[in-house]
């Protein structure tokens, strides 16, 4: 298994993420998911300047950078989802 770590930042108009927030951002991560990401389990937690995301992805994804660009993929698709909008995507780090 491979984990990839993200961290969603709230845009100024947002105020601080709460559960609510995690789970809405953790039901859209999955709305949006296609067997190609991989994602085998999805962490998503509020904290102090945003939201922390650990990416779970199977070991056939192929490695730790295609674990990143599919990490990377699977945000930029759920950033249609209207809970998303409200945060800023700086980069996936693992």
């Known amino acids: ?18 559960d609510a927030d995690a789970r809405l951002v953790h ?5 949006h998911a296609v067997p190609a990401h991989r994602l085998e389990h999805v962490r998503v937690r509020p904290e102090a300047g945003g939201i922390a ?8 994804v192929g ?3 295609q674990a990143k660009r599919q990490s990377e993929d699977l945000l930029r ?7 998303l909008s409200c945060f800023g995507i700086p980069g996936i780090y693992s």
């Open 1 to 18: 298994m491979y984990v990839a770590l993200a961290h969603l930042v709230p845009t100024a108009a947002a105020t601080a993420p709460t």
């Open 27 to 31: 039901d859209a991560l999955w709305a």
């Open 53 to 60: 995301l650990t990416f779970f992805l199977n070991r056939e």
């Open 63 to 65: 490695g730790q950078d």
């Open 77 to 83: 698709r759920a950033r249609t989802a209207t809970v």
